[in-house]
Every structure is written in C-alpha cells, then in structure tokens.
Nanobody, 124 residues
Framework: HVQLVESGGGLVQAVGSLRLSCAASGRTFSSYSIGWFRHAPGKEREFVAAINWSGSNTPYADSVKGRFTISRDNAKNTVYLQMNSLKPEDTAVYYC?????????????????WGQGTQVTVSS
C-alpha cells in the first residue's frame, strides 16, 4: 500500500485559488492512479478529479471542470490539484486516494489508500 499526505488547504475568498498537494510514500507510486475527493458537511463524499500514472487520462467532475487542474510529478511522488475561481460551494475536506487501476476511477470504492484530508474553506 502507498501512504498519502495532503497539504495546501486553507481559507480563501471566492474567485481565489489554492493548490493542494498529495505526497506519497513508496517506490511504486508511479504505478498508481490518484484521485481527489471531497466531503462537505451534510453531503456525501464526491469525486473531484483523477489522474492515471502518466497524466494522459484526467477525468473531472462537471462541477469543477474548467476551474480545477490535476497533475502529477512522479519524480517527487506528488499529485497536485490546482483550484482556480473557487466558489463557496467548493468548501469541503479534500482527500487524495490511490488505486492500482490503470484507468483512473471516479468511484471511491475503487481506491484502497486514503490520506487524512485537508480543509478548504471558501468565503463569499
């Protein structure tokens, strides 16, 4: 299993930007697809974005398409989530997760390793 640690969350005003990082341990990091999910109070956990090992396949949730960008640096064992034009409804705890599926999944059940989460709060 790979261990994941998120960072980069915080408080930002609407239309602002944040970049989240997901740092992974393990020499096989490049073989994993990585996903970002978020969980807001009173709502179910939802898929945000995912990336395959090479970065060639990056599905996004419709709610973040055009505003968020996922990328990875396998040399640094890190995946990033650049979040622009943030909205109050983006407020949530953001989690990164890893799966050995070659095609990145949008289902949380397909991911076996999870980080502890990082809080993102967007004020209006």
């Amino acid at each position: 299993h790979v261990q994941l640690v998120e960072s980069g969350g915080g408080l930002v005003q609407a239309v602002g930007s944040l970049r989240l990082s997901c740092a992974a341990s393990g020499r096989t990091f490049s073989s994993y697809s990585i996903g970002w999910f978020r969980h807001a109070p009173g709502k179910e956990r939802e898929f945000v974005a995912a990336i395959n090992w090479s970065g060639s396949n990056t599905p996004y949730a419709d709610s973040v398409k055009g505003r968020f960008t996922i990328s990875r640096d396998n040399a640094k064992n890190t995946v990033y989530l650049q979040m622009n034009s943030l909205k109050p409804e983006d407020t949530a705890v953001y989690y990164c997760a890893a799966t050995q599926r070659g095609i990145p999944s949008m289902r949380s059940a397909d991911f076996g390793s999870w980080g502890q989460g990082t809080q993102v709060t967007v004020s209006s």
